[in-house]
C-alpha cells in the first residue's frame, strides 16, 4: 500500500511546487490571494497536511497583526464588521 502524501515528506525539508497551474496559465503561490487555496500557506495546510509555522511560513494576516494589542484588534474587528454589514445592505 503506497503511503499517504503525509507519511512521504520528510520533516526536516518539504518540496512546494512555486508554480500553481491553471488551465492554460501558471500563478506563482505566493502571488496568489492569501484567502486562495492554493496560496503557498494554505496549499501547505490543507493539502500537504503540514504545519505551515514549522517551516518557517506564516499567513500574511498573522504576520500584519501580530505586534497589535487585544484592543487593537478588537477595534479592527468591529470596524471590519461594520464595512461588511454597510455592503451587505446593498446587496
Not at 520533516?11 to 501558471?26: A, C, L, M, Q, V
Not at 505566493?30 to 509555522?53: A, F, Q, R, W
Not at 494589542?69 to 446593498?90: A, G, T
Amino acid at each position: 500500500m503506497e503511503k499517504s502524501l503525509k507519511e512521504k515528506i520528510n520533516p526536516e525539508t518539504i518540496d512546494i511546487p512555486i508554480w500553481w497551474k491553471n488551465g492554460s496559465s501558471s500563478y506563482r503561490r505566493d502571488c496568489l490571494s492569501p484567502s486562495h487555496p492554493e496560496y503557498t500557506y494554505n496549499y501547505m495546510k490543507n493539502i500537504m497536511g503540514v504545519i505551515p509555522e514549522k517551516y518557517g511560513i506564516y499567513h500574511p494576516y498573522i504576520v500584519k497583526y501580530e505586534n497589535y494589542s487585544r484592543e487593537e484588534l478588537m477595534s479592527k474587528i468591529i470596524e471590519l464588521e461594520e464595512i461588511i454589514n454597510n455592503i451587505e445592505r446593498y446587496i
